[in-house]
């Protein structure tokens, strides 16, 4: 079950864009595994993808479509990764970029494909292409909600944001929503995010936002390490509201506009945590008054990915052990472990060297049976920090992994 995450309710539609979802049958059970997202024409979009170097096929023709023109369509489908499918896998994909454009009258370039799923089977492209008509059909800008659940695929809950918000005298919305509960580790995240506003900004500014937000969300999360081939993150602008065009990084609209994306990203990002496959368990690890954001983040990320720590928190054990070996196995250069504290929230569990002072066992046990743990890490050799977000490790976890396919 998720950790303190709830079903979205109220979900804000953004002028420009129209979506619609259906089943295509990439199941074997009956559920909706098909979205069209229509966006405006004109619309501005920013995109970050996965780096991993066996990426999908509609990855590929997504980037490619993205450097040629403006799109004007998303379509994606769960149920199939189409990852590791060559030449076929790309062909399959430009089949239905080519059949949606065919049908509503634009270029095949303006399409976006994406794909979630099971790795390495042949994308089903005849039976996506056979429900287009439908999709078109029944495009609306309320869908959003049915669109956060088309797209799960080993998520428990629908994930989606939104935010209304003033630049100056105009209100403008933004709403966006993500899947994602297992093999998360984004390098930009299986991971996708759209999220869309109304607001009118330049391209520039847009690409500059979603780099941003992406570093300081998306790219800190981890469930098992694993990143996927699939992921893409797609920040779109429809500039329907009537704010002046924000064109300038030092103006007081686009700093409340990043300011809010970065919080929409970060809020979707720790989602995809609160609902990790087999969560019970949700970690927030920071490390601070480290050198360099590279060092603080190896030591995070070290932490968040040793079974060993993640099993203990699945225990409720407060092994501390398990998180002083993953912190010396950071490979930070000349690290003093002796001026190295640990905390679980706010108490203390080891400094000088060895167990604190005054630290009980049971008082590390009280913590560790918390649904939700802050541990920190101070290095003590400079002034940077930094956090990131992870579960624990679960039986269900295995269950879940150890059955996919089946």
Request: aromatic letters at 6%; proline letters at 3%.
């Amino acid at each position: 079950m998720p950790v303190g995450l709830k079903f979205p309710t109220s979900i804000l539609p953004i002028n420009g864009i129209r979506l619609s979802t259906g089943c295509a049958g990439l199941y074997a059970e009956k559920r909706r595994d098909l979205t069209l997202i229509e966006l405006a024409e004109g619309s501005n979009v920013a995109a970050v993808f996965t780096r991993n170097l066996f990426c999908a096929a509609p990855v590929h023709i997504a980037k490619q479509h993205l450097a040629s023109c403006k799109p004007r369509y998303c379509l994606i489908n769960a149920g199939n990764a189409n990852a590791g499918t060559g030449d076929q896998g790309l062909r399959h994909s430009i089949n239905t970029c080519d059949a949606l454009a065919h049908m509503t009258k634009c270029n095949k370039a303006e399409v976006l494909p994406f794909s979630t799923g099971v790795i390495g089977e042949k994308l089903p492209f005849e039976k996506i292409n056979s429900l287009l008509p439908s999709l078109v059909d029944n495009l609306a800008a309320e869908n959003w909600l049915d669109a956060a659940k088309s797209i799960m695929t080993t998520d428990t809950i629908p994930k989606a944001v939104s935010k209304k918000i003033s630049l100056g005298d105009t209100a403008v919305n933004i709403t966006g929503i993500a899947k994602g509960a297992g093999m998360i580790r984004p390098n930009m995240a299986t991971m996708l995010a759209f999220i869309a506003t109304d607001t009118k900004i330049s391209k520039t500014l847009l690409d500059k936002i979603l780099a941003n937000a992406v570093n300081k969300s998306f790219n800190r999360i981890t469930v098992d390490g694993d990143t996927s081939t699939n992921d893409a993150c797609l920040l779109i602008a429809t500039g329907k509201a009537d704010n002046n065009c924000i064109e300038k990084e030092d103006s007081e609209q686009y700093l409340i506009i990043e300011k809010v994306l970065v919080q929409i990203c970060c809020e979707l990002a720790q989602a995809i945590i609160r609902d990790g496959e087999g969560v019970t368990k949700f970690l927030t690890i920071k490390v601070n008054s480290g050198r360099n954001s590279a060092e603080c983040l190896a030591v995070a990320y070290k932490i968040a990915e040793s079974l060993l720590v993640k099993t203990a928190f699945t225990a409720s054990d407060p092994n501390w052990g398990r998180i002083l070996a993953a912190i010396g196995n950071a490979d930070i250069d000349d690290l003093n472990v002796d001026k190295v504290n640990v905390f679980l929230d706010n108490v203390c569990i080891f400094e000088s060297g060895q167990r604190a002072v005054g630290y009980t066992e049971d008082a590390g046990k009280k913590i560790m049976q918390k649904d939700e743990i802050t541990l920190t890490v101070m290095l003590a050799r400079g002034k940077c920090k930094e956090a990131i977000w992870t579960t624990d490790l679960s039986h269900e976890y295995i269950t879940i992994n150890a059955e996919y396919r089946t």
